[in-house]
């Protein structure tokens, strides 16, 4: 059994701040890649983060030079880091663990209003 835990959500102002966590547990195996997803209703889901076993991070451009994304020294948990927020940022982001299998978290949300 794997269990995806997001924390960190919820509502900002523009121009603002928040990390969101992920922590994988259970029988998960060697981890490949994790990532951050997210989802507006009505549209596709894009992919906004990603970082692999090396290290090496990827952003959609969108987000380049706001965002971050990093893992714990254990490389169980991914975070990411998000600054300067806007209001097209809002979204459900889904974290998403790549091992011997594709694991998705439940989803968390993110507001950034006024």
């Known amino acids: 059994q794997v269990t995806l835990a997001e924390s960190g959500g919820g509502l900002v102002q523009p121009g603002g701040s928040l990390r969101l966590s992920c922590k994988a547990s259970?029988?998960?195996?060697?981890?490949?890649?994790m990532a951050w997803h997210r989802q507006v209703p009505g549209s596709q889901r894009e992919v906004v983060a990603v970082i692999n076993s090396g290290g090496t991070t990827n952003y959609t451009n969108s987000v380049k030079g706001r965002f971050t994304i990093s893992r714990d020294s254990n490389k169980s948990t991914v975070y990411l880091q998000m600054n300067s927020l806007k209001p097209q940022d809002t979204a459900t982001y889904y974290c998403v663990v790549a091992s011997s299998d594709l694991y998705w978290g439940q989803g968390i949300q993110v507001t950034v209003s006024s």
């Open positions: 259970g029988d998960i195996g060697g981890i490949y890649a």
